[in-house]
Structures are given as C-alpha cells and as structure tokens.
C-alpha cells in the first residue's frame, strides 16, 4: 500500500515553553493523546506525579555495525515512583566502543529541565551539578543535535541526526496530523516516532577517549501514566536501515492478551506501508538466538517479509520487555 504523504504547516502547534514541576502525590496526572493536543515531540502531561513519566531516547548504530550509543532523556519511572518527591530525572548514556567495549553512564541526574516546541519539534536543556544536556530539534523535523556535557561522568561530545524518512504516530505518519489521530498504543501509554530513519554524526569522548563514527539514527518519545509491569505482558520493538529502506515495528500484548502492532515502511522519503505485522522467533536452521521474521501483507502492493539477526546485545532492559 502506497502512502500518499500531504504537506502540512509546522505552524498549526502554537509555541511552548514548559519547565519540570513535579505534582501532588494525590493528584492525577493527565496525559495528551491526540495528535492535534500538542507536538508530536513536544511534553505530554500536564504535570509529573509518582506514575507519570516520559522519555526522549536516540540511537545510532555505526554503518560497520561496530559501535552503537543510545541517549535517553527520563522524566519519571514507568516502573512507578515511590512518591511524588522522588520522581527520577536523568540522561542516561550507554552503547558500544569500536573494540567491542560495552559502557553505560545509567544516571546523570538533572535538576532543572526546559522543554521548549517550535513547529512539531522540540528543543530541552537538562542540567544538573556540574553537568548540561540538551537536544535541539527543528520545526519540521528534519535535524536534532544531542549534546552531552558532563565531565564528572566522564563523557562529552555530540550527535547530530539528519532524517531521511518522515515521522508517524503509532498508526498514522505526522503529515495526517489534521485528523486529530490518537497517539496511544495502549490505554494511557502512548507513542511517537519522531525520526524513523536518519543519516547520523556521533563525536562522543569517553573517559578521554574520543568516539566518532557516522551511522544510521532513530528518535522517538514514550509517555504514560500507568506503570509498564501493570499492563504489558509482552512487548517487540524494533528498527532498521537497509539501503535506502527504514523499518520501524512494534507488537503489544496486553495482560487482557488484547494484541496490536505495526510496522512501517519508507524507501528514502517516501512511506510505503503502515500496516499490521506478524512476528515470528526463527528456531531452527543457522540463525543464532533471537532472530525473528517479520511479516506483512498489504494487499496489492504484495507481501514484505524481512529476517531480523542480532549481532550483539549492548545493553540488557529488562525481562518487562
């Protein structure tokens, strides 16, 4: 199925200035689940409370697939917070060096926050003793730069990440904003996938070492109000730059084992398909463990199929996933 991309007008959001100030134990945090409440990575509650929680997460994979780094902005748990006065704020960083070396800085921790949108970006500025954090995204969506500035942790540099494909909620791409399309993935969970697929620059110094390499980029938000462990019971997530094709894809099961999932699929700029997919655990033959097979029919474009094998685990999550 061909997608027909519209061009819209950046201006539709008007411009926002929001600072971290965190809610009453007893109050409920509200949260924006359609497309026309606010911009696509802009805040998405009205206040943090001891369940409520957002992050801003980037990747870059090297084109030689030997070094990787992740960037997660966290605003909250979605574990759930033990009150309103300890609710986590941190950039965290980890990823892997080109000699195979795993690092993880898991918490720099930020006291003061600014988010800021223009268009349907956002910038922010986390900063914290004795370090700042930022990322700065324009209107459309077209680039984002990651800065990292915290020696104490022993790491500096930055990221720049130029998009390639564009941008889509959890069933509809960014351009269909005018309908007011629901965000959520789940009930009070909710999704967007700001850059699909990107041309990325990292030039990080780790513990004095400098980290550069070009690659391919990603960047997405998550937010909610109900903690992961009380309705997901199992979650794929995933994505991709083959050539000149970006994958993106995602399959929930709920603990009411309701399903729903999605891949999406851009050559360059040009969406194909947002369809429904299956995945499927490959077990026998060659492939090492956790390889999978995704698969999706749209109907009279034809069948994709796609085999998905790990190199190499950079940082485990968790068994909530």
């Known amino acids: 199925m061909l997608l027909v991309v ?3 007008a ?7 200035q929001w600072a971290f ?4 134990a007893n109050e409920p945090s509200t949260i924006l689940t359609y497309s026309l409440q606010s911009p696509l990575d802009g805040v998405k509650f009205d206040f943090i ?3 409520s929680y957002q992050w801003w997460y980037f990747d870059v994979v090297s084109y030689d697939l030997l070094s990787s ?6 605003i909250g748990s979605n574990m759930g917070s033990s009150s309103a006065s300890e609710i986590p704020t941190y950039v965290s960083v980890d990823g892997k060096l080109p000699n195979g070396e795993l690092f993880s800085i898991s918490a720099i ?3 003061n926050i600014t988010v800021n949108t223009v268009g349907q970006g956002s910038s922010s500025l986390w900063e914290g003793s004795g370090s700042s954090c930022s990322w700065n995204g324009t209107p459309d969506l077209s680039t984002y730069k990651v800065t990292i500035a915290a020696p104490e942790y022993g790491i500096q540099g930055s990221i720049i990440i130029n998009s390639v494909s564009p941008a889509e909620y959890p069933d509809y791409l960014a351009s269909q904003q005018f309908y007011n399309v629901s965000e959520l993935v789940a009930p009070n969970y909710g999704w967007a996938n700001v850059i699909p697929g ?8 780790i513990n004095n070492s400098q980290v550069a390499f070009q690659g391919s980029g990603y960047h997405d938000t998550d937010w909610g109000t109900i903690p992961l462990e009380d309705f997901l019971e199992i979650e794929y997530w995933g994505h991709a730059q083959v050539g000149d094709w970006t994958v993106v894809f995602w399959l929930t099961e709920l603990q009411s084992h309701d399903t729903s999932s999605q891949i999406y699929i851009a050559e360059g700029p040009t969406p194909l398909t947002l369809s429904d997919v299956t995945i499927t655990p490959i077990t026998e033959g060659d492939y090492p463990d956790g390889t999978i097979l995704l698969g999706t029919d749209t109907g009279y474009a ?7 094998v790990p190199e190499s685990i950079t940082a485990s999550i968790g068994s909530e996933l």
């Open 69 to 74: 780094i992740t960037v997660t902005f966290n």
């Open 49 to 51: 409370n001891e369940t």
């Open 21 to 24: 100030t965190e809610g009453k």
């Open 10 to 16: 950046a201006s539709v959001y008007p411009t926002t």
């Open 109 to 111: 921790p930020a006291m």
């Open 198 to 205: 990107a041309q990325a620059i990292v030039d990080i110094t």
């Open 302 to 308: 034809g069948r994709y199929e796609f085999i998905l």
């Open 6 to 8: 519209s061009t819209y």
